[in-house]
Structure formats: C-alpha cells, structure tokens
C-alpha cells in the first residue's frame, strides 16, 4: 500500500516514514504543503498522512482542494494543536481521521489501517493470528471452532494487539489505545486485562498466541505462515 | 453589628445620630429661650401688675425717670384709712392709705384705659401680699399659699382680703409721697373714712399719710367711685415736685421661684422706703405651657431624626447603586473571565472616574492574562514538537532491539517519562485554555451511567491489585451533555486517585445518583485512607500540590489532576468538592448538569 507522508519536520517524517514501512507500507515522504498538493494530484496513493502546519501550502487547503476535484483517498491529519475548531473544520473539509501530535506509531497504522480497510470495502475486515480470527465487523472471534465472547474493552485490546502482530507494544501504548490514556501507565489495568485475554483465548490451547516480553510489554505472536 | 455591613445602613445611622446631636443641641437651646422668654413673660406680667398697683412711682427710683410730662405731675394722693376687712386678729386697721382712684398714671397709656384695664384684670392672675417694713402688719389677697414667700411667715397668717381690697389698699398707699420725712408727722393716727381708727402702735409704719405738704388733698370721693378724666389731675408744680403720686420703689424688685400649695410660684419683690409689696403669680399655665414645648420637643425631634434617616438611606441606596454596579461587574469578571467591563455612568462625577479606572485596569489584567496563557498555550505548543519525535524515536528504537534486552527495557522506561511529559504538556495546556475561558467542549450526548460503569469496572481491576475492595452504585440511564474525553480524565482521576490514597485492604464506594433538586448527575467517590490535613483542604485543589510531599514519588501524578477535574467540572457548569475527609473516608463529590437540566 502507498502512502503519502506531508510532514515539514524531518525527524517526525522519518519516523513515521520508518513505522510504516516496518508495516509494510510504501511510503512517499515530502516537506512542504505545495510539492505535497502537487504529488497528491498527480499520483494515486492508498492514503495520505497530512500534517497541518506546512510551509506552502497548509494542510487544511490541501484537503479542501482534493476533495473539491472529487478525490478521495483517505487522509489522516496530524496536528500539534488539539484546537476543536482546527479538528472540526479538518472533518468538515473532508480529512478522515486526525492525530494529536505526540502520538504512537502503532496508533497511527492503527488508524491507517482501518481507514484503508474502510474505503477498501470489506476484504480486510478479518484479522487472523494463528488459528484465531478476528472479525471487526460482526466483532466474532474464533479460535479454531471455539467462539470466544469478549467484553468490549477485552474486544479492543485484542484487535489492537492483533493489528501489528509479533510486535510488542508497551504497557503504555495499549493503555493509550485502549484506554485512551489517562490512567497512570504504570498501574496494571493493562496486565490484568491481558490476564483475562489470556484466560479466554489460550487456555487449554496448545499454542499461546499471547505473548508477555518481559520489562517491555506484550505482543502476538505471528501467526506462522 | 452585621447589620451595619450595609453602607446605607451605616450613612443612615451616622446622619440620625448627627441629626439628633444637630436636634437636640438645638431644642435644648429653643426650649431654653423659649423658657426664658416664658419666664420673661410672666415677669413682665407681674411687672404690669406691680406697675397697675404701685403706679407711676414704680418707676421713679428704679428704672428711669419719669417723664417730664406736665399732667402727670404729681398725684393726687387720696388718703382713707382702710377699712381692713379682716376682722378676726382684732387688730385695727392700720392707716393704710386708701384710695378709690388711681389717679397715678402709668407713663405710657391712657388714664381712662389704664383704669379700665385695672378694673377688669388687676389681680386676676397674680396675688399680692403687702407687708410695711417692720412687717408688722401683712395683708394678703385670700387664698395666698401658704408659706409664700417663705420671709413672710413667720408673721402668722396675715390678713385676707378679696382683691378688691387689696386694689383699694393698694391705691391708698400709691397716693402717698415716698420718703417719711417730708410727709410730716409719721406717727400721727389716722382716721379712717369709714370710721375706723387706727389705734395700734404698729401702725406707724403705715400711718402716714402723709400729707405731702403740698399735695395733700382730702379725699374728695366716696370710695369705688372713679374720677375720669384730667381735670382731676393732681395740681402741677407743686410741692416736691418730683413725687407725681405711686410708690416709690427703693430697690429693684427681684424676682425668684417658689413652691408652695403644689404649685410653682413667680414671686416678685419690690420694696418701697416703708412697704414691700410681693407679688406672686402662678406659674400653672406656664408650666403647662412648657409641658406642651416640651413634649411638643419629644415628638418632633425623633420623628424628625427617624425621617431624616429614612432620607439618608434612600438617598445613600441613590448614590451606591453605581458602585453595587460595580461591584455585580467584578463578581462577573471573577465568574467568567476578564472580558467584563463596567458600564460607565457618564456622569464625569467620581465614580464615572472610578469606573474608568477599574476598567483601565481590568483592561491591563486582561491584557496580561492573555499573555500569560498566550505564553504557556505556545510553550506546550512548541514543546509537543520535540516529544513527538523523541517518542517516535524511541518506539522506532523500541522495535528495533532485541526483545526483552536490556536497552528495550530503557527505551521503555524512557518511553514512559516521555509519556509522563506528554501528559503534563498537554494538561498545562488545558489548565491555560480553561485560565483563558477557551477550554473549549466538544460536547456530546453521554450515557454516563454506562460511561461511569465501564471506568468502575477499570477501578475494580486496579484496586484487586492493591488489595482495595471497590463497591459501585449507579443509577442507570443518566444523560449529561459533555466532553467525553475530558470526563472520562475527570472520572478516572478521581478513582485511580481514591487507589493510590487508600490503606491496604481499603475500600473505595463509587457512587452515581441523580439530584433532581438541582438536575444534576453527582458522583461520590468516597474511599478509606489517610485523611487530609485540615491545611491542606484548601490547597489539594492547587495546581503541584500533592497531599502529602514526603510521599514523592511513591505515588505517581504529578499535581495537576485535581486541579484540571475541577477546571473541567467548571467547563460543565459542575462542580467538584471535598465533601469530608478523616479518619474514616475522604468523601469527593462531582456534580455535573443532566442533559435534561440544561
């Protein structure tokens, strides 16, 4: 998948140029607004990730004039304010998404998955991990024949894990993602309810998919493939 | 006291209090004057009444001479021995001189209306006694009080006499000359018209008529008979020349109070060379004339001071309604921000320029404060560029260690501070968008209830770690319109707050209820533990504070959570208080709008 990266600040372009690649993405990365509007209508990407204090052209022009000539690739806002009405009018303009500056890698594949899954169709609905499935549609999940019933923060806690699969993501990231940050990291929230995961997904199973990398934090195992 | 909080109240007060100083300083001094010219008044009726009976002589000797009036010089003096009507001292009746006319005349005033005034008025209101020097003899108008004047006693009773007597008494004695020597033989009996001699040795005094050498005439008319007109004047040029009939007055007469009979008596003295004549007037109408000053005083200074007051108090709410303005303005600027201003009266009087200058001053405020929160709104800006990267970074290195190696395990400690720093950015950032009234809401439709239920349930797993019991009681189907992101903080600060300050094996209740006296949702979060220092009640609400400093770092936060919650429980029109807090439970309670309230 292609993606567009418009980020003037070039450290916070090249991680994200990096995360995403990581992620298998093909990633174009460009520093000003204008040769960013420019690469955008000239080329066809799966997504594009828009920051929107730009030198040239801004970020919120941007949007406006693609969706003015009616095109409509996903488009990710990052913003170093959280100002509402800079959010708002990004949504109004026609962004799909937005993301507060800091934020994490895996957020934002996070994002950019289901967006790309979104204005893809329903293809990609389906998350696999070894022999558990994932469906983020009809939220069933199947290990092998078993249904599993998930609460619907359990539910969320899986699917992140599950969107960047043999990756560790820190107890602080989930908490982030999951629980949209506010509890203090080092509190537990994260390992109990890893605990329960487990509980419902890998017990009595032979194979356990849930992994804890010690002093750092959890992961899915890859599903072998 | 705290009555006298209110300005009007107090202006009020202060202007009765001057106002009855100004009152009362001036009644006393009007009741006095009046007093005095009261008392003036019956001096001078007893003036007119000594001046009827004694005749024009009472001027001659005292005040002033008389005047150079060809007709009134000298009086015809008409002696008659009087026929002293008391009987019972068996006494005779000394030589008092009587006459059946006045034929003294006043100075001022005509003959005929002098005597018509005699007449009718002489002694109605006062009384007279009538003593000769050696007070040997006394006569009194009947009913004299008794023990009046006090001098006068101690010569018994005296005799009574009806007023007329006494005018007749009286007129005998004005129609003789003043001073003994020139009248002749002083001790020489009289002969009374009516018979009646005179044969007792204290008449001498009396005696007297003295047949002024060049005066004396017998008296040619029956007594009570009155002679009008001037021909009966006395001759003129003759004799002394300078008696012109009347007693001569030998002091000034004085005058002074008495009390006798229960009743307060104006006596006055007035000594010629032979008799003292005491005139007493009653002092019962004048008395009650100044009973009636002095209540008429009684009445109308305090109701005058109760107006006066009244005036200055609707007077004074007149004049402080500006500043009441002003200061309904200031609560307003501490309500809801610096951009308040006063309306400005227009009046160009000191409280326009007070307004004016408040307003200078709110306007520097304002500018200031934007400044301030314009500084740390771009400071948090501008810091959130560098941890974007160095958390990005760190995530980047994070992947690509070694899992479970040690550098992973400092890339993950690093990435927590970065995080930890994140979070402070970001809530200074709110702190300065709600100092600068911009903490804006993104406001939403939320169950609460639900909402609530879900961050309890997080509580639950955290406090089973910490060994903490945690009980939730929530009423279903709550509604608030809010920021959910922002409440969610709120709640969870509040919880994980109620954790991290429990005792092992605590116990923390979570509590959501509807008030629908006042349409809101109120969230309890009660919990056991320390309780906090009275001190620090105040200051838990403070930004950097922490309950208790010599926890450090034990305990994680960095002092702005219930700082923000408070600030985002203000953004909702809510608020948020520490209910109690000791040895039993710290007690916080929320209160925030319902969605059908607002």
């Known amino acids: 998948m292609h993606v567009l990266v418009v980020e003037d600040e070039k450290k916070t372009a090249n991680f994200i140029a990096k995360g995403l690649k990581e992620q298998g993405f093909v990633v174009d990365v460009v520093n000003n607004g204008d040769e960013g ?85 329903e293809s990609s609905n389906l998350l696999r991990a070894g022999d558990l499935r994932v469906d983020l549609v009809t939220r069933e999940i199947k290990r092998g024949d078993r249904e599993i019933t998930l609460s619907p923060r359990e539910f969320s806690l899986l699917e992140y894990l599950m969107r960047s699969p043999g990756r560790v993501l820190t107890r602080t990231q989930i908490c982030e993602h999951v629980w949209n940050y506010h509890f203090d990291p080092d509190t537990n929230v994260v390992g109990v309810y890893i605990q329960r995961l487990r509980a419902k997904i890998d017990a009595d199973e032979e194979v356990k998919l849930i992994e804890t990398v010690r002093g750092v934090g959890y992961r899915i195992k890859e599903p072998k493939s | 006291m705290s009555l006298f909080r209110s300005f009007r109240l107090r202006i009020a007060a202060l202007t009765a209090v001057v106002a009855g100083i100004v009152f009362g300083l001036f009644s006393i001094v009007a009741y006095s004057s009046i007093h005095n010219e009261l008392e003036k008044s019956v001096d001078t009726r007893i003036m007119v009444e000594a001046r009827s009976a004694f005749g024009t002589g009472l001027m001659i000797g005292w005040s002033r001479m008389t005047r150079p009036r060809g007709r009134d010089e000298g009086a ?27 034929d003294t005349i006043a100075d001022e005033g005509e003959d005929d209306s002098d005597q018509a005034r005699e007449d009718s008025q002489v002694f109605v209101g006062c009384m007279f006694e009538i003593t000769d020097t050696g007070r040997n003899e006394i006569y009194r108008t009947k009913n004299w009080p008794v023990g009046l004047p006090a001098l006068a006693s101690k010569y018994g009773q005296g005799k009574s006499m009806e007023p007329t007597e006494i005018n007749d008494l009286l007129r005998g004695l004005r129609s003789r000359p003043p001073g003994g020597a020139p009248l002749g033989p002083q001790r020489e009996p009289r002969r009374s018209a009516s018979g ?10 009396f005696d007297a008529p003295p047949a002024p050498d060049s005066v004396t005439t017998p008296n040619r008319e029956a007594r009570g008979e009155r002679r009008p007109g001037a021909g009966d004047r006395p001759g003129t ?52 004339n100044v009973h009636k000053l002095r209540s008429a005083f009684a009445i109308a200074v305090p109701s005058a001071v109760i107006l006066i007051a009244f005036g200055a108090w609707l007077v004074s709410g007149q004049a402080i309604r500006p500043i009441r303005r002003i200061a309904d303005t200031a609560e307003k600027v501490t309500a809801s921000g610096l951009s308040q201003r006063i309306a400005e009266p227009g009046t160009g009087d000191e409280l326009h320029r007070l307004t004016v200058v408040l307003n200078r001053m709110l306007d520097r405020l304002e500018d200031g404060f934007k400044q301030a929160t314009r500084f740390s709104a771009d400071a948090s800006h501008e810091l959130k560029t560098p941890l974007t990267i160095m958390q990005g970074e760190l995530e980047a290195a994070l992947r690509e260690a070694p899992a479970s190696s040690p550098q992973q395990r400092v890339y993950v400690s690093q990435l927590e501070e970065v995080t930890r720093l994140k979070r402070i950015v970001s809530s200074l950032l709110l702190l300065s968008r709600a100092d600068a009234g911009q903490l804006n809401l993104t406001r939403e439709r939320i169950d609460v209830s639900s909402n ?14 910490a060994n903490i019991t945690l009980k939730s009681d929530i009423e279903p189907g709550l509604t608030i319109m809010g920021d959910r992101a922002l409440l969610q903080q709120v709640f969870q600060n509040l919880i994980s707050n109620a954790v991290k300050y429990n005792k092992p094996t605590g116990s923390i209740i979570c509590r ?72 039993e439970s710290t007690h916080f309670r929320l209160s925030i709008p319902l969605a059908e309230s607002l």
Not at chain 1, 81 to 97: C, I, P, W
Not at chain 2, 196 to 205: I, K, R, V, Y
Request: net charge negative; glycine share 8%.
């Open chain 1, 37 to 121: 509007y420019h690469l955008a209508t000239t080329e066809p990407f799966d997504a594009i990730i828009l920051d929107i204090m730009l030198p040239g052209r801004d970020g919120l022009s941007i949007v406006r004039n693609l969706r003015e000539r009616h095109n409509h690739v996903p488009v990710i806002l990052l913003t170093a304010r959280s100002e509402l009405n800079e959010r708002v009018e990004g949504l109004n303009l026609g962004a799909d998404d937005y993301l507060t500056k800091p934020f994490y890698i895996e957020e934002l594949t996070a994002r950019l998955h289901s967006l790309i899954r979104r204005s893809a169709g």
């Open chain 2, 196 to 205: 009646e001699e005179d044969t007792t040795g204290e008449e001498a005094n």
């Open chain 2, 452 to 465: 609530f239920a879900a961050i309890c349930e997080d509580a639950e797993i955290l406090a089973d770690a």
């Open chain 2, 76 to 102: 015809r003096p008409e002696r008659e021995v009087s026929p002293a009507s008391d009987r019972q001292t068996g006494e005779s009746t000394p030589d008092f001189p009587r006459s059946d006319r006045r």
């Open chain 2, 237 to 288: 040029g003759r004799g002394r020349g300078r008696w012109r009939g009347g007693m001569v007055l030998t002091k000034e007469p004085h005058f002074h109070y008495q009390t006798a009979g229960g009743e307060r008596w104006r006596v006055g003295v007035f000594a010629t060379d032979r008799h003292e004549v005491i005139v007493a007037a009653s002092l019962s109408s004048f008395t009650e």
């Open chain 2, 512 to 583: 959501l209820s509807r008030d629908d006296s006042a349409g809101n949702a109120v969230f309890d979060f009660e919990n056991t533990g320390d309780s906090i220092p009275e001190e620090d009640k105040e200051k838990i609400f403070r930004r950097f504070h922490r309950a208790d400093a010599a926890r450090g770092r034990d305990i994680d936060g960095f002092g702005l959570g219930l700082n923000l919650a408070l600030e985002i429980a203000r953004a909702h029109s809510g608020t948020l208080v520490l209910m109690k807090s000791d040895a």
